[in-house]
């Protein structure tokens, strides 16, 4: 696919508001091309210490580019993003323990950085304990809501935004809601790898750029977002066998954090690594998955590591 339509880094925008004013306009069946900053917004690089996630800017994280006006778009409308492609900008991401964020944040308050190299081929490697294979997507992608700006963008809503779904991947097809003339799609946050539920807060943050085909199909507006992949399932050659630790209660939180907590001392046990770089691995590469949910009053949740991950 090449791109009819260019947008870079600079700009961008932090937060979701019916009332920004567009910075491309364009037809549906455009293709587009917009360069995204990491979810720091730029404030971390490759030569920062974990001392940095402490002074972010948190009105700063996860900017967005955009917002694109489709031409035609109305309420009720639905919005079709087929996900073309996905280009590091460079070879590096990063993962973070941000103070109060994840969902152990109360068991890790220290904040810890990790940084990554993005290889051109093949999977990203931990200190010769771990490969995780790269599977980028956007973290970010979303539509200006219909009430009055400006809102936050960390939390999910109806017209999409923080999603973090790893299905989102090159090859998808995500449709949203429209709620406001033009749709006002805005793309970001951007991920080299990460498991499902994003344990800790962060997945493998990386800048890149990524390249989509928007569609419109009046009237057609889905309650919550959805989406389509295509090929073969997910990641099927490395995630058949895996480690699988369980959490099981009356509080579906709860049963999750009991799981990733024995997911965490698993990996430690196996690794060596310390507990916090558990945690961040965890994040990348294990799936957190409701497996029972109908039998009251418990549920189980299941975080399931794939073995291939584990090196040695």
Known sequence: MTPTHTLHAAQSHAGWDRDLPPVLTVAPGASIELEALDASGGQLDPSSEAS????????????????????????????????????????????????????????????ALQHWTLPEHGPIELDGVAAIPARPFPGTVGLAPAEPGPHSVIPPRRVGGNLDTRDLAAGSVLTLPVEVEGALLSIGDTH????????????IEAPMRVAVTVGLEAGAAPRFPTFETTGPPRDTEVRDGVLATTGVGPDLREAARDAVR?????????????????????????????????????????????KAVLLG
């Not at 919005?79 to 994840?102: C, D, K, N, Q, S």
């Not at 965490?264 to 196996?270: F, K």
């Not at 690594?273 to 497996?291: C, G, K, T």
């Open 52 to 111: 940095a996630l402490t002074s972010l800017d948190m009105g700063a994280i996860n900017p967005t580019t955009g917002p694109v006006f489709v031409e035609g778009a109305q309420p009720g409308d639905a919005l079709r993003i087929r996900i073309e492609a996905l280009t590091p900008v460079r070879p590096w991401g990063w993962t973070a323990l941000i103070p109060g964020f994840g969902l152990l944040a109360d068991e890790f308050p220290e904040p």
């Open 262 to 306: 024995a997911m965490i001392e698993r990996i430690s046990a196996r690794t060596g690594l310390p507990p916090e770089r558990a945690y961040m691995l965890a994040s990348v590469a294990a799936d957190l998955r409701i497996s029972e949910i109908v039998d009251l009053p418990n549920v189980v949740v299941t975080c399931a590591l794939p």
């Open 192 to 203: 080299a790898a990460q498991g499902d539920g994003e344990v800790c807060g962060t997945a």
